[in-house]
């Protein structure tokens, strides 16, 4: 067995980190009008400088900005194409930890014209990242698909959108735009970072998109289409990989439910090349849907938990790579934490000593399963 030379790596990550705080208080002080953006900016690139160097002195071929140039992982991104407009919640939904569950209702996306990127939106973030990089850099952004899910046909504008299938057709022709736009500037590295898919295997959420007069079965197919026309033209050396998650906070969730609903259409009918799958706990189910992997795709066991800073053994990892490696070969398996560290500002689980550490776990694990220096 030996590492990998091209993403995702064997020892991967999902890509964002704790921010320190000087960042978030400098965010803050941005959006209040109190700093000038250019020293934002700069305290901005002095914190990425700093989270490269900690990952590659960990050893991974794999480097994110931490995605310390958004405030959240979804709405800095989906805001940035003209008519996207933040509304209140049409829905709530239940996040659960160890301690219970609270409902939240969080904002809701709407699309309130004819869709267009007027400009590059990650373009700029990714040229620094790049520029400061030894490891290959990943550009993570979030999936379409979250532009329609919280709220259905309701949040998509029928004058702008009669015709529902336009709306798709314009939705993944400026993620087309963005991704080119990175191609053209040297990325080689995508992430999507999908959570609706992974909702669409709970049985209680697939009750909400009922509700909101959606079958789930056909919006899976629907999804996967739209995905595969937001990859369609990327570059055949770029490697696109999927985040699922089911959701990401404090510690919280939001779906459970293994993988099975989705397994078929995922793997096989979804043009992407790696899977970062949620295996942290049991909520994912098993490794069961990891038969439909097909040659020529990865997928990367989230087997280290973003949610406590609790530890987990080497052999418990290696024994939970076994079990999967009985599903799908163990070369198309690789190891990451089952989420970022950090999906927006606050809410963190566990410090930057933690983080490292878990981090090192990885790399440490993934060199002894599959080889390496």
């Given at each position: 067995?030996?590492?990998?030379?091209?993403?995702?790596?064997?020892?991967?990550?999902?890509?964002?980190?704790?921010?320190?705080?000087?960042?978030?208080?400098?965010?803050?002080?941005?959006?209040?009008?109190?700093?000038?953006?250019?020293?934002?900016?700069?305290?901005?690139?002095?914190?990425?400088?700093?989270?490269?160097?900690?990952?590659?002195?960990?050893?991974?071929?794999?480097?994110?900005?931490?995605?310390?140039?958004?405030?959240?992982?979804?709405?800095?991104?989906?805001?940035?194409?003209?008519?996207?407009?933040?509304?209140?919640?049409?829905?709530?939904?239940?996040?659960?930890?160890?301690?219970?569950?609270?409902?939240?209702?969080?904002?809701?996306?709407?699309?309130?014209?004819?869709?267009?990127?007027?400009?590059?939106?990650?373009?700029?973030?990714?040229?620094?990242?790049?520029?400061?990089?030894?490891?290959?850099?990943?550009?993570?952004?979030?999936?379409?698909?979250?532009?329609?899910?919280?709220?259905?046909?309701?949040?998509?504008?029928?004058?702008?959108?009669?015709?529902?299938?336009?709306?798709?057709?314009?939705?993944?022709?400026?993620?087309?735009?963005?991704?080119?736009?990175?191609?053209?500037n040297g990325c080689r590295y995508i992430q999507i970072d999908e959570v609706n898919l992974a909702y669409l295997c709970d049985p209680a959420l697939r009750g909400q998109v009922q509700g909101f007069?959606?079958?789930?079965?056909?919006?899976?197919?629907?999804?996967?289409?739209?995905?595969?026309?937001?990859?369609?033209?990327?570059?055949?050396?770029?490697?696109?990989?999927?985040?699922?998650?089911?959701?990401?906070?404090?510690?919280?969730?939001?779906?459970?439910?293994?993988?099975?609903?989705?397994?078929?259409?995922?793997?096989?009918?979804?043009?992407?090349?790696?899977?970062?799958?949620?295996?942290?706990?049991?909520?994912?189910?098993?490794f069961e849907p990891l038969r439909f992997l097909p040659k020529g795709k990865t997928a990367v066991l989230g087997l280290v938990t973003t949610k406590s800073p609790k530890m987990e053994t080497k052999?418990?990892?290696?024994?939970?790579?076994?079990?999967?490696?009985?599903?799908?070969?163990?070369?198309?398996?690789?190891?990451?934490?089952?989420?970022?560290?950090?999906?927006?500002?606050?809410?963190?689980?566990?410090?930057?000593?933690?983080?490292?550490?878990?981090?090192?776990?990885?790399?440490?694990?993934?060199?002894?399963?599959?080889?390496?220096?």
């Amino acid at each position: 067995m030996t590492e990998r030379n091209v993403p995702p790596f064997r020892a991967d990550h999902v890509g964002s980190f704790i921010r320190p705080e000087n960042l978030i208080k400098a965010r803050e002080a941005a959006e209040k009008g109190a700093m000038p953006d250019a020293e934002l900016k700069k305290i901005q690139h002095d914190a990425i400088k700093e989270v490269v160097k900690m990952q590659e002195d960990l050893g991974l071929k794999v480097v994110t900005d931490g995605e310390f140039n958004r405030g959240s992982w979804q709405r800095d991104f989906l805001v940035g194409f003209a008519n996207v407009s933040v509304v209140p919640s049409k829905i709530s939904v239940k996040f659960h930890n160890a301690g219970g569950s609270r409902e939240h209702a969080p904002p809701t996306l709407a699309v309130t014209g004819k869709l267009a990127r007027n400009k590059p939106i990650f373009v700029d973030d990714f040229k620094f990242l790049k520029s400061i990089a030894k490891g290959t850099p990943k550009v993570t952004f979030p999936s379409p698909t979250v532009l329609h899910f919280r709220g259905g046909r309701q949040v998509v504008d029928e004058k702008a959108y009669p015709d529902i299938q336009d709306f798709y057709d314009d939705l993944a022709r400026v993620y087309r735009e963005e991704i080119a736009d990175l191609a053209s500037n040297g990325c080689r590295y995508i992430q999507i970072d999908e959570v609706n898919l992974a909702y669409l295997c709970d049985p209680a959420l697939r009750g909400q998109v009922q509700g909101f007069g959606e079958d789930p079965d056909k919006l899976l197919k629907t999804y996967a289409k739209l995905l595969n026309d937001v990859v369609k033209d990327k570059p055949k050396d770029m490697v696109a990989a999927m985040h699922l998650c089911r959701g990401n906070f404090a510690g919280a969730w939001v779906a459970e439910g293994g993988y099975d609903p989705i397994a078929e259409v995922l793997f096989n009918e979804i043009n992407i090349d790696g899977y970062f799958l949620e295996y942290d706990s049991d909520r994912a189910g098993g490794f069961e849907p990891l038969r439909f992997l097909p040659k020529g795709k990865t997928a990367v066991l989230g087997l280290v938990t973003t949610k406590s800073p609790k530890m987990e053994t080497k052999d418990e990892l290696k024994r939970r790579i076994d079990e999967a490696a009985k599903f799908a070969p163990l070369e198309q398996l690789a190891l990451s934490p089952q989420c970022g560290f950090s999906s927006g500002i606050g809410g963190n689980t566990m410090d930057v000593a933690n983080e490292i550490a878990k981090l090192k776990l990885v790399v440490e694990v993934a060199r002894e399963v599959w080889g390496g220096p």
